[in-house]
């Protein structure tokens, strides 16, 4: 009989530490002591997040929010990378984000669609986060998630491509979707 080998955040991190991934040309990621292995990304993924990294960085200044992009935020027993985050203004130096650190998470889902509105979501919830998008590429809609509770999100909308959506943080700003989901 076989069982599965549980690790914990520093398990997990000294393994990154003595190199235990490098030339591995997989994506991980360390949920709830495991690490999970990602399906390869799409050309459209990369467009969003490109799309998404501009519009974070020419929607805030530094002195209000530090943006990461793929980067680790430390939540209990998981170290999700959101694709896009929103984080205090600050710098982290050698600690990871945690969940009070987070302004807004936005993941793109390609394949990942129900995991990110499933159990991301549920992580992210209980972890406190307040403003949660999921970018869904096929159906061209964001899922924003409110109000985290820990049983998840209490609000869930979804915006369609003729609409703009505006995080919690900085209300003032729009993100309009059909800029986001044009080819051009």
Request: proline share 5%; glycine share 6%; charged share 25%.
């Amino acid at each position: 009989m076989s069982s599965s080998l549980r690790l914990a955040v520093d398990d997990y991190e000294r393994m990154i530490a003595n190199g235990a991934f490098v030339g591995l040309e997989r994506r991980l990621e360390f949920i709830h002591g495991e690490i999970r292995e990602m399906n390869p990304a799409g050309p459209y993924y990369f467009d969003y997040i490109e799309f998404l990294t501009y519009w974070s960085h020419s929607s805030v200044s530094r002195d209000e929010a530090r943006i990461q992009i793929q980067s680790a935020i430390l939540l209990g027993d998981s170290l999700p990378e959101p694709d896009v985050m929103w984080l205090r203004a600050k710098r982290y130096g050698g600690q990871r984000p945690r969940g009070s650190d987070a302004h807004l998470i936005i993941e793109v889902a390609d394949t990942s669609l129900r995991y990110d509105l499933g159990e991301k979501a549920m992580l992210y919830a209980q972890a406190g986060i307040t403003d949660y998008w999921v970018v869904g590429i096929e159906s061209q809609v964001v899922h924003q998630h409110r109000n985290p509770t820990t049983d998840g999100y209490q609000e869930v909308q979804v915006f369609q491509r003729n609409e703009t959506l505006s995080p919690l943080f900085k209300p003032s700003i729009s993100l309009p979707l059909d800029k986001l989901f044009s080819e051009e």
